[in-house]
């Protein structure tokens, strides 16, 4: 926890910026050159799940529908990063658009969304880059003893101000229209049976399942990375750590975004 990058998603569009943003994940206090990206395979896969008729979380039917006639046509999955990224300019700001990597950005927001209840997200399939400032710890005075310092949630203030007052119809709009890449993206992570909006569905349930830990956060550090006291919060996804890490009351504010995007794009 020396260092992180930020991996979103959140989740998703909203997690995109989310979070995730959906990502901030602990880093070695010195960091090898990131690995290609051609490969955004999670490092562990799970088993495609049986065949079903269709999906477990339909997305609800939109009650008057869109007038797209005077919309680009949209390109596929390997030709979408500049029209994608223009769509998230637009709907987060220019600050949005500055982070976002410049290749393969659909495919890594779905990676990465899908290793978030995973233990760790690899650097390669991170879909922004990292929030500036170094992770705060306090307590580094010899004792062995440290905690989480409160400066460290001041760095997640103006992504966490973007992510939570998004307009939600806007965002659900753009995953709508967009969602048959991100379907696209999904099979070719090695989900053939699998839909996106499954996953997605279950990783935001997920992460609304985070502790909220009491302060100060006890760490530890047996080698060069912290690590939390609590062997519970230490157990945790990746994902949950992020929430985790952001504190309480931002954790609170985006927990309460995903719950909003949940409902607009689930049936139950």
Request: hydrophobic content about 40%; charged content about 25%; cysteine-free.
């Amino acid at each position: 926890m020396n260092r992180e990058s930020s991996q979103w998603l959140i989740p998703v569009l909203l997690a995109l910026a989310v979070a995730a943003a959906l990502w901030f994940f602990a880093r070695q206090a010195r960091e090898p050159e990131p690995p290609a990206a051609e490969n955004l395979k999670p490092e562990v896969q799970e088993p495609v799940a049986a065949e079903r008729v269709g999906p477990l979380y339909p997305m609800p039917e939109v009650s008057e529908p869109v007038d797209e006639s005077g919309l680009r046509p949209l390109p596929p999955l390997d030709a979408s990063d500049e029209y994608f990224r223009l769509e998230l300019t637009e709907l987060y700001g220019d600050a949005i658009g500055r982070l976002l990597v410049e290749s393969g950005l659909i495919e890594k927001i779905v990676a990465t969304v899908d290793s978030l209840p995973r233990a760790h997200v690899a650097e390669k399939i991170r879909p922004v880059g990292r929030l500036e400032g170094e992770f705060a710890v306090d307590g580094q005075d010899g004792s062995g003893e440290y905690t989480l310092s409160p400066e460290n949630y001041a760095r997640y203030d103006a992504l966490v101000q973007v992510v939570t007052t998004a307009d939600i119809t806007q965002v659900v709009g753009t995953y709508r229209r967009f969602y048959p890449l991100f379907q696209d993206a999904y099979i070719n992570l090695g989900y053939p049976r699998g839909y996106f909006n499954d996953r997605l569905v279950e990783v935001i349930d997920h992460l609304l399942e985070t502790p909220e830990p009491e302060e100060p956060v006890a760490l530890v550090r047996p080698n060069v990375l912290y690590l939390y006291a609590d062997v519970d919060l230490e157990s945790r996804s990746s994902g949950q750590k992020l929430l985790m890490r952001m504190g309480a009351e931002h954790a609170a504010r985006v927990k309460g975004t995903l719950r909003e995007f949940r409902a607009a794009i689930a049936k139950q």
